[in-house]
Every structure is written in C-alpha cells, then in structure tokens.
C-alpha cells in the first residue's frame, strides 16, 4: 500500500496544472540543497581539524564525544522551525476502505525523508571512519553510527509530534522552544552545567560499553509509536485543528475590541484567520520565538549600542515584517469580496493599524526582561517600538499597495516561496536601513543620545500624524485595487 501512496503522489505532481512552476522550484531547491551538501560535507571532512584547532588540550575522540549530543540540540531547534509536516497529501484516502494503520505508516515513513536526517550523517561520517575506526575498532564505529542515526530519528519525531501538537495550541510550540533556548542558555550564558560534559557522559562510556547503544534506539522507537498513535487517534478528513465550540464567537467576546466598533470587527476576524491557518498562525510563532532573540546579541560585551537597534526592531516589530510583508496576500482568497462589500478601505487600513499596535505591545512588554541587560536597553527598545507603530507600519501598508502575489493559507512557512516577489526584497531595505541613516550620523559625531531621541520623535510624530497617512495609503490603494485583485486571481 505504501507503494501505491507513493505512485499517486507522483502522478498527482505530474498531473498538476503548476508541474511546471514546481519543477523550476525544485530544481532551485535543489541546487540550493546541493551547495549546502557541499559545505556540510567539507564540515565533515575536516571536523578533526576543526576539533583539534577548538580543543588543543583534548583527545579528538573526547572533544568529538562532547560535540555530539549538542549538535542534537540545536539541530532539534532548527527542525522546529524548518521541518514540514506530511500531512495533507493522504486526505483523500481517508474516506475509502483503507486502513488506518497503511495511511499512518505512510504518512510516518515519508517523515523520514528528510534532509535534517542526512545531515548527522554527512557531518559525523567522515570522523568517524577517520579517527574512532582506527583506534576503536569495527564494533565501536558501528554503534557510533547507530546511535547517531537514533538521535537524528528520535530529533525527526519529536520535533513532528511538538509540530502538530503545536497546531492545537501555539503556546506548545512557544514552550518547546523556550525550553531548548533556556537549555542552552544555561551552559553557554548562565553556565549552570555543561552540555559538552553531559554529551560525553553518553558518547565517552559507548567506547566501553557498547550496548548504550540500545538507549538511542529505545528512544527513536518510543517517539515513533507515540507519533503514530497521536496521529492514528486524529486522522480526520480536516486537518488536526482546535474543536470549534458549539455557538459562533464574535469580536464582542474579545473586550479590547469591543470600544473599536467595525475596525474591531475586522480586527477579530484578521485574528481569527490567522489563528485558523498555518502560514499566517506560523508568522505569530515565529514572532513568540524571536524573542529570545536578544540573548544571542546582548550576551556578547562586543557588540554596541546599533545592535541593540536592530535587535529591538527586530523583536518589537517582527509581527509587523513577518506579517505585514504579505499584506493583503492573507486575503487573497476572498479579495474580490472585499472590493465589492460595504467595508471602507480605510476602516480596513485602520484594522491592520491596530492588530500591528496591539501584537506589537505585547512583543514590547514581553522584551521587559532585558532590562536585566540595563535600563538603556529597554529604552532602545521603547524608542524601536515607537518607531516600529509609527514608520514601520506606514512602510509596511505602502508596500502592500503593490503586492499582487497570492497566497494559499493552509500552507505552511518552510520552503514556501509563494507569495514571495520583487516588493518583499524592496521592503527589506527601508525597514533595516532607515534607523541607520537616521542614528548613525549623530553616533559618529558623539551624540548618540540625540540619534535615539530623533527616532523616537519621528515616530511619534508617525503616530500622531498617522490619519493623514491613511488618507494617503487609501488613496494610492484606489489607483492599484484592480491589479492587485488581478494578481490574486492567478493561482
């Protein structure tokens, strides 16, 4: 039967009217895939230099020994955000007489084809046959690499059963990555414990003992069974998503909204698209996840104030980026609707104002706790959100007028190119560069003080004058409204 999955997914890609689109797609990919094939693959190669230079003072195989189990966990990190889930190309079998377990094992089989499953492999191979297999033996190379393949099959589960769970309640997806930041934190930042030595603690005692090679093994089956059940027990024709509650819910049930009138209608209904759908619910996570962001910068003493700059736009603006990149996009489906309906553009443009403020307020409050990092640094941050409401936001919605590529809302993020064009990378630009241009002068003349406060002003001065943008960002709307309906209608 799993043959039989797999054929029909082949002629399904065949048959599609987009073959072409996604063979060009593809191939970019793959091109892509492969140059990153060539740099892992010299990753491995030359991974005992690269251990003797970091470690001069230890053994390669200690050094190689303590590197492993973290690899895992960062590795883990990176399926969390990259990994796709393999869920919907078995929908249509689930109304005929197949059985359960047939879809199950083809869905949990095809999550084997993954890259991030290549990867351990590539990377820890070629020291593995260089160094442990002379020195070892055969016996101890071989439960080497198969501990490495346990690891990297226990990471492709776990990181899917969190992906999906995570469909139910973003806020699983949120914790799991905290964890593994706080995790990793704990060792390089608060040095609490260390990674390293907990990796060796395993890897060091399978020279001498062989059999903890079963622990991998145990550990990669358990998750297996426990994505196959989980996915066994909630194999609908839908997708895995929340139950809806018996009586319809309005914007009236979300307070903040109530004082907005017909913007807070419209707020509650982007709200609710975007917690229905996985691209748009993707942008909300990802904007959770990127604040940890400044532990990356702010544990590092060598870097300076413009950072902490770009590291607070970052995190008090993500939502604004990730999300306002696509704009009008996310309504692609039903934008010919909305040109036809009774809503005023400009209500409308006031609704993406004040979901943008809102989530933006949030991101801000959670940034709080870097005031352990000093007050300084949450004032920049205050200074980027103010910026962030008041020019981010007018950038963002001026870009959106000439954005005319649609995009299919139950996609996910990962590898999805679609709805990406020449006014995403043209947006990148003023939002990154414009804080520079303003800060920069006054910091090389000495007065980096007055650079903050001549960004916070502007953007209050954005948010006080933000009406007279709206009448503007209407008006340019009117001249484009039929070729960005145009553009969405080509799937």
Not at 155 to 168: D, F, P, Q, T, V
Request: proline letters at 4%; aromatic letters at 18%.
């Amino acid at each position: 039967m799993i043959s039989t999955f797999f054929d029909h997914e082949l002629k399904a890609f065949w048959r599609s009217k987009n073959t072409g689109k996604n063979i060009t797609v593809k191939v970019v990919m793959g091109i892509l895939i492969f140059i990153l094939f060539l740099y892992v693959l010299a990753l491995g190669v030359f991974m005992d230099k690269l251990l003797g230079a970091m470690f001069p003072q230890e053994d390669l195989t200690v050094a190689f020994c303590g590197v492993v189990l973290v690899y895992f966990l960062y590795d883990l990190l990176m399926r969390l955000q990259l990994q796709e889930l393999p869920t919907l190309k078995v929908q249509p079998y689930l109304h005929l007489p197949v059985k359960r377990n047939s879809v199950v094992g083809y869905l949990a089989l095809t999550a084997l084809l993954s890259f991030f499953n290549l990867w351990p492999i590539i990377i820890f191979g070629p020291f593995i046959l260089k160094v442990i297999l002379p020195a070892s033996g055969t016996l101890t190379t071989l439960v080497f690499i198969v501990s490495i393949i346990g690891f990297s099959i226990f990471n492709n589960y776990l990181a899917l059963y969190i992906k999906r769970k995570a469909n139910l309640n973003g806020w699983i997806f949120l914790i799991a990555g905290a964890v593994l930041s706080l995790a990793i934190c704990g060792d390089y930042v608060w040095h609490l414990y260390s990674l390293k030595a907990g990796s060796y603690l395993f890897f060091g005692n399978l020279i001498a003992m062989p059999y903890l090679v079963l622990l991998p093994l145990i550990l990669a089956a358990a998750m297996y069974y426990v994505n196959f059940y989980y996915l066994k027990d909630n194999l609908y024709l839908e997708e895995l998503t929340t139950k809806k509650d018996a009586a319809p819910k309005s914007s009236t049930e979300i307070p903040l909204l109530n004082r907005f009138g017909h913007v807070g209608d419209l707020v509650a209904n982007e709200v609710k698209l975007i917690l229905r759908n996985k691209r748009p619910r993707s942008a909300l996570v990802m904007g959770l996840f990127f604040m940890f962001y400044g532990l990356i910068f702010y544990t590092n003493p060598k870097l300076g104030e413009s950072f902490k700059i770009f590291v607070g736009m970052f995190m008090t603006g993500i939502f604004i980026i990730n999300y306002g990149q696509f704009m009008f996009s996310w309504q692609a489906a039903h934008f010919d609707g909305l040109l036809v309906s009774k809503i005023k553009f400009a209500d409308f443009l006031k609704a993406k104002y004040l979901l943008f403020t809102i989530v933006s307020t949030v991101a801000f409050i959670l940034t709080t706790p870097y005031v352990y990092f000093g007050w300084r640094t949450v004032l920049i941050h205050l200074i980027m959100y103010l910026w962030n409401l008041g020019v981010n936001t007018t950038i963002v919605l001026y870009f959106a007028n000439r954005n005319y590529k649609r995009i299919d809302l139950s996609k996910g993020a990962s590898f999805n190119w679609e709805g990406v064009g020449a006014s995403q990378l043209l947006l990148s630009f003023p939002l990154i560069l414009f804080p520079y241009v303003i800060f920069l002068p006054f910091k090389y003349m000495g007065y980096p003080d007055v650079g903050l406060a001549t960004l916070a002003i502007i953007g209050i001065v954005f948010i006080i004058t933000r009406n007279f943008w709206l009448q503007k960002l209407e008006a340019d709307f009117y001249t484009k409204r039929f070729k960005i309906a145009e553009g969405f209608r080509n799937k």
